[in-house]
T-cell receptor
Framework: EPEVTQTPSHQVTQMGQEVILRCVPI?????FYWYRQILGQKVEFLVS????????KSEIFDDQFSVERPDGSNFTLKIRSTKLEDSAMYFC????????????FGPGTRLTVT | AQRVTQPEKLLSVFKGAPVELKCNYS??????LFWYVQYSRQRLQLLLR??SRESIKGFTADLNKGETSFHLKKPFAQEEDSAMYYC????????????FGGGTRLMVKP
């Protein structure tokens, strides 16, 4: 069964550095999402992406964040200058259709900012 | 603004006991609600959604619009049900983003 994959599984970076988290959604999916979960807190929506553009973003997704689908398979989240509070688990998800359909989640990337 | 609340962080029951994981929501539109489950060291996966009215692994959930609730129930808990359970609401107005509750850890003791 196809799955969403994410790399790396764990990323450690220093404050102020740029990081790129990578996701490979399921191949026939059209809608892509990033969520994050700070330790001990809720899973929070960051951004949704469809047809090569952002369709919605949360207040968390400020100018330090960007997303890109550089080719037909990868979907990336870039944090330009990381802060300590960016330390979290980042989940990518994808789905075939818009609407209330199942979102398929990746295993997550644990980002630790020191 | 939409919000999902799961009042219990931890629910511990014995095998064979009934389980009810509570979920309340607030949303001005017509809600689409889901339960996601995360077993140990595994990814988040869909357990069930209210529009399909399915029973998965013996779990059911009924949307009660009057009480704005979507509680998850199972009559007889099994040890393999031990996991983290998240209630989530999908907003059709916002790219179908999911708003999650804080999650409830279910521990089923032998």
């Amino acid at each position: 069964e196809p799955e969403v994959t994410q790399t790396p599984s764990h990323q450690v970076t220093q404050m102020g550095q740029e990081v790129i988290l990578r996701c490979v959604p399921i191949s026939n999916h059209l809608y892509f999402y990033w969520y994050r979960q700070i330790l001990g807190q809720k899973v929070e929506f960051l951004v949704s992406f469809y047809n090569n553009e952002i369709s919605e973003k949360s207040e968390i997704f400020d100018d330090q964040f960007s997303v890109e689908r550089p080719d037909g398979s990868n979907f990336t989240l870039k944090i330009r200058s990381t802060k300590l509070e960016d330390s979290a688990m980042y989940f990518c998800a994808s789905t075939t259709y818009g609407g209330p359909y199942e979102q398929y989640f990746g295993p997550g990337t644990r980002l630790t900012v020191t | 603004a939409q919000r999902v609340t799961q009042p219990e962080k931890l629910l511990s029951v014995f095998k064979g006991a009934p389980v009810e994981l509570k979920c309340n929501y607030s949303y001005s539109g017509s809600p689409e609600l889901f339960w996601y489950v995360q077993y140990s060291r595994q990814r988040l996966q869909l357990l069930l959604r209210h529009i399909s009215r399915e029973s998965i692994k013996g779990f059911t959930a009924d949307l009660n619009k009057g009480e704005t609730s979507f509680h998850l129930k199972k009559p007889f808990a099994q040890e393999e049900d031990s996991a983290m359970y998240y209630c989530a609401l999908s907003s059709s107005n916002a790219g179908n983003m999911l708003t999650f509750g804080g999650g409830t850890r279910l521990m089923v003791k032998p």
